[in-house]
């Protein structure tokens, strides 16, 4: 074989090898640009972006709130999801509410109770159609001097969106001083 030969296959090989090469690169581009635009659309778990959610939180009285007059204000509300109410003094309260914030909706609505509170009680109500109650529970860790009322979480699901959130509903504590109105 001749240098030309030779040199000739030489030169065909390397054109050949940066070629490959060249394919590589592309293959390696048009990978990465598939990655990318897998990875810019939205988890296949969440089937909708999270809508507004509306709350309305309320101390809705000490010893003589009327429970027919509670229910028939939070009925005239619309589009309420979440309820956070302080100081229910009765414990058929939470279903009568709950009820009450139904009226108008098209949804159904679910309450807890928390269990503290010397007969002053939180309450949430949520829309049970709308959110998924995965837990709840009262934060009693920072009732140091044993009157405070712990405040009321619920770890709530948002059925269309996944999202997952705490809700909490809490009585801020006052002390009533002496000569205090």
């Known amino acids: 074989m001749s240098a030309t030969a030779i040199s000739g296959t030489a030169l065909r090989l390397r054109c050949l090898h940066r070629l490959v090469r060249t394919r590589r690169i592309l293959l390696l581009c048009l990978f990465l640009a598939l990655s990318l635009a897998l990875a810019s659309q939205p988890a296949t778990a969440q089937t909708t972006a999270p809508s507004s959610i ?46 009450a914030a139904a009226v108008g909706e098209d949804d159904v609505f679910a309450a807890v109770q928390g269990r503290a509170g010397d007969g ?31 405040p009321l979480v619920l770890h709530l699901k948002d059925q269309a969106s996944g999202l997952e959130f705490l809700f909490m509903v809490n009585h801020l504590y006052r002390s009533r001083d002496a000569g205090a109105p």
Request: charged share 20%.
């Open 120 to 150: 002053l009680h939180l309450v949430a109500i949520y829309n049970a159609d709308r959110f998924d109650l995965l837990k709840w529970w009262e934060i009693d860790a920072i009732n140091t001097t044993g009157n405070v009322r712990p």
């Open 54 to 99: 509306n709350i309305v939180t309320w101390n809705i009285g000490l010893d003589d709130a009327d429970l027919e007059t509670i229910g028939m204000r939070l009925a005239a509300f619309e589009g309420v999801d979440l309820w956070g109410l302080q100081e229910v003094t009765s414990r058929s309260a939470p279903a009568v509410l709950s009820v």
